[in-house]
């Protein structure tokens, strides 16, 4: 019996070649990701610190705002 050219045996093979694919093609989203996170996280830390806010005086501790 010669199997080789059997329907089944072709719609296996192609699904198995399906599942690797998208096993590889997710491992490459991933790194991707990793690497934006990577970066994203080094634009942030370069950013300047806040200056501190007025804790003693008068001028600087309130926001008077009129809608």
Known sequence: MDIANSTSVN????YAQADTADAVN???L???IDVQAAGALALL???PQ???LATEGSL???VNTYA
């Open 11 to 14: 719609v296996a093979s192609r």
């Open 50 to 52: 806040q200056p501190a």
């Open 45 to 47: 830390s370069a950013l």
């Open 60 to 62: 600087g501790r309130h």
């Open 26 to 28: 997710l491992l490459v």
């Open 30 to 32: 991933r790194k991707a």
